[in-house]
């Protein structure tokens, strides 16, 4: 997500249930980028506190152009309220970990509402959260054991909210009118450090990740 994000030289961010992720704090400290976070109230109030002592601690600077929101993905009034600090030009919408939650219906209503911020803006929508059936075959055991651990702390079987492959996946972001671009894990084979970590070939990390994908996606009228 990150390479992609510098990939397309976009200095207005919104990430949408951000969570605990640093991704902000970092890329915010290039004051020519605008970034905001918007996520449900408990997980904002959690990341200020946190935001707060890591400044306290010199860990990090105070960023002005750092927004943490509160709000629903699924409400558009939320999302455009977060937006208020952009200006009228093109921004990249982020999320990673959001759409295993959602049930198609949900992931539906949050991709008419994004849809709706990229017709207002333009730019682009960034995505790795496409979790397929088939996938599950490949990572059984550790995707199993993944899924049965966030059931019992969320409540939600993420199980279900799998897309059957990665074609069905963009039929579906088609269907809601965007123009879908598949970027390949592999793309970022040579960046990782773990395969030195974990005595790996490229070829080895290749073979795990390869057949993964991040979506990014336009709206038909802008791509």
């Known amino acids: 997500v990150n390479r992609l994000i510098k990939q397309y030289h976009f ?3 919104l990430e949408i249930a951000s969570g605990y992720s640093p991704r902000g704090i970092n890329i915010a400290k290039d004051p020519s980028i605008e970034y905001v976070e918007i996520d449900l109230h408990n997980v904002i109030e959690k990341k200020k506190k946190i935001v707060e002592k890591l400044v306290t601690q010199s860990e990090v600077s105070l960023e002005p152009n750092l927004h943490l929101e ?3 993905a699924l409400d558009m009034q939320d999302l455009f309220t977060a937006t ?14 959001l759409l295993p939650y959602l049930n198609l219906e949900e992931k539906a209503t ?10 207002h803006f333009g730019g682009v929508w960034i995505t790795p959260d496409i979790s397929t059936q088939t996938q599950v075959a490949l990572f059984r055991d550790r995707i199993i054991k993944r899924a049965a651990k966030l059931e019992k702390i969320t409540g939600v079987d993420v199980m279900k909210n799998r897309f059957e492959n990665e074609e069905a996946a963009r039929l579906f972001f088609e269907s809601l009118g965007f123009t879908v671009e598949q970027h390949s894990f ?21 073979e795990i990740i390869g057949r993964l994908s991040a979506f990014v996606m336009t709206t038909n009228a802008t791509s």
């Open 11 to 13: 200095d207005q961010i």
């Open 70 to 72: 509160e709000g629903n």
């Open 84 to 97: 208020r600090f952009f200006k009228a030009k093109p921004i990249a919408i982020v999320n990673e970990g």
């Open 110 to 119: 949050l991709g008419r509402n994004i849809h709706q911020l990229l017709e």
């Open 186 to 206: 592999a793309e970022i084979g040579n960046e990782l450090v773990s395969s030195d970590q974990w005595e790996l070939s490229i070829e080895q990390i290749k």
